[in-house]
């Protein structure tokens, strides 16, 4: 393919001439805040209201907690950092999040907040405690007013992650007729803790992480409007842990109403495969004996006063997660959808290479007894003659490379039959339409990339248009590459806008249903499949999900 003439940053770059935005009159909302403060009138019902003073910029913008001030980028507007709860610090420590307290002067909102403490990909501590914090993205040009809204949930285990890098900080698909906001949330023993005093304390433990999501979209409910946004059109959608956890929030009873339309990438909860508050309790506790607390006469107080860096630092091989609880998620949320349907319009889809940076080296290679060792390994534990049956229904010679045959496998079982099963009982009941997906495309112009294939995140480079920096490296898109994030942005606006990601000029993305198993593949060639890898799923399905 060729190389694009033009960069992509320097198409978004041209926009900046269109931007009004004298120095001089920059200087006087930075140097004046109370001055503009004080042209605004109080809310009614503590709404919110944009400034409509004529002279005044479009980047400060009051929200139910006071005023906020982001800045201009290219041909968008940014505003980071803005909190959605208070910080989760000391006595607030595994309770739900509570809302932010109020700011008297004009607050910036030019930079990120904390991302959430974690361990990060390197095995360093990095992050805060005090990170319920979002970000919001709209176009710079013109007045942005009742625009739909996408509400992203980032990956990472639930363990680890955040919005603050490539490729979601400064999004083109804000340039796409959408309003776009990022979250940070609690993460591991921080977000998903759950101990019997807990329980006996509030109700219900655990799931910390998803009720900060909750209150993300609560807050976009009651502020979006003030950024041009509409309350009664936003999309949450994630990728990985955010698409599992997208899937939980389908099934939540606190989180209905707060979105109309859902999206889940590569990711998806089976039947049965989330625990429980009682069964969680050996993890919490064997937390509770690492952090010097099983013997205090009050053990919530000693674990609210241990530090977050000690509590992080001591979570290693404890599982902490998504779980079924009366509060937040009272049903197998896989059950629900398959009793009830989506209560929302749905897109959902998988890359077909995800395991290439899950696990699979394609890098090193495999040959035919190497493939073969390799599928008895995962399989025979599973009964006598199953992974003779995978190696039927995945022979080599339908693959340039073993490996490639290997990653299959492992990205059907571990992922896209799953995100297919998902789909099946979503579009069951036929209570809301369900679009699904595979992304197929190989990076061009980086030799690295393109051996990965259409890898697990791969996708979110092209929907959120961000193609300068891919995988944490420069890249040089091709034009037509270039062409398809278009393509995407435009399917993933349209869902938002209308719940259907059809629209002008692109290819018919049919709607899904269990007996004609349509997806649309999507790739620089956007083209319709039947029944992708069907018979492969029918089978992997039938045994225990990885």
């Known amino acids: 393919m060729c190389r ?3 960069s ?8 900046i001439f269109l931007i009004p935005c004298p120095a001089q009159q920059r200087a006087s909302w930075t140097a004046e805040p109370q001055t503009l403060a004080a042209r605004f009138h109080d809310a009614v019902d503590g709404g919110v209201e944009i400034l409509t003073d004529d002279e005044a910029p479009p980047i400060l913008v009051r929200t139910r907690s006071g005023l906020v001030q982001g800045v201009v980028e290219g041909g968008l507007r940014a505003f980071r950092g ?8 000391g006595n607030l420590r595994w309770r739900p999040p509570v809302p932010p307290l109020r700011w008297e002067n004009v607050r910036d909102a030019s930079s990120f907040g904390n991302a959430c403490i974690q361990i990060n990909s390197a095995g360093k501590l ?6 319920l914090v979002l970000n919001v993205y709209t176009a710079a040009s013109g007045r942005v007013r009742g625009q739909p809204v996408v509400v992203f949930l980032h990956g990472g285990g639930n363990r680890r992650g955040s919005t603050q890098g490539a490729p979601f900080d400064a999004p083109p698909l804000a340039m796409h007729g959408v309003i776009v906001v990022t979250a940070e949330y609690r993460l591991a023993a921080l977000g998903f803790f759950a101990h019997p005093l807990l329980v006996a304390e509030s109700g219900s433990a655990g799931n910390y992480g998803l009720m900060d999501q909750i209150a993300a979209l609560r807050w976009v409910r009651g502020n979006i409007q003030a950024f041009g946004g509409d309350p009664e059109r936003v999309m949450v959608f994630g990728q990985s842990a955010g698409g599992y956890d997208v899937q939980a929030l389908l099934a939540s009873p606190l989180a209905l109403g707060l979105f109309s339309r859902a999206g889940i990438e590569s990711n998806a909860i089976p039947l049965g495969q989330l625990g429980n508050l009682a069964g969680s309790e050996a993890g919490a506790a064997a937390l509770v004996t ?27 091989g404890l599982p902490f997660g998504t779980i079924i609880e009366p509060r937040v998620l009272p049903a197998d949320p896989f059950a629900v959808l398959q009793q009830k349907g ?15 940076v899950l696990g699979d080296d394609p890098t090193v290679p495999l040959d035919e007894n190497g493939y073969t060792t390799a599928i008895h390994a995962r399989f025979d534990p599973y009964g006598a003659g199953v992974a003779d049956q995978v190696l039927l229904l995945y022979p080599t ?3 340039d490379m073993p490996d490639y045959a290997l990653v299959d496998v492992d990205s059907d079982f571990g992922i896209t039959c799953e995100v297919r099963n998902v789909a099946l009982a979503a579009a069951r009941t036929h209570e809301s339409s369900i679009w699904r997906y595979l992304f197929i495309h190989r990076f061009e112009n980086d030799p690295s990339l393109n051996v ?7 996708e979110l480079y092209f929907v959120f248009g961000n193609l300068q920096e891919v995988a944490s490296r420069p890249y040089t898109p091709s034009v037509t590459e270039i062409e398809l994030s278009n393509h995407l942005m435009d399917y993933w606006a349209s869902f938002a806008a209308n719940g259907n990601p059809n629209g002008p000029h692109q290819v018919y993305w049919p709607p899904y249903d269990g007996k004609r198993d349509r997806i649309l593949e999507l790739d620089e060639t956007t083209k319709r499949l039947v029944s992708y890898h069907a018979a492969q799923c029918d089978y992997l399905s039938t045994l225990p999900q990885p």
């Open 4 to 6: 694009n003439d033009i």
């Open 8 to 15: 992509y940053l320097s198409l978004a770059t041209l926009l």
């Open 82 to 89: 803005i909190p959605y709860a208070a910080p989760p610090l």
């Open 126 to 131: 990095v992050g805060s405690e005090d990170c």
């Open 290 to 316: 690492r952090l010097g607390c099983d013997g205090a006469a009050d053990v919530l107080a000693c674990l609210r006063v241990v530090s977050a860096e000690v509590v992080v630092s001591n979570q290693r």
């Open 342 to 356: 989506s209560p929302v319009p749905l897109l959902i889809g998988s890359n077909r290479e995800e395991w290439t």
């Open 397 to 399: 010679s339908e693959y």
């Open 452 to 458: 990965l294939r259409a890898f697990h995140t791969a």
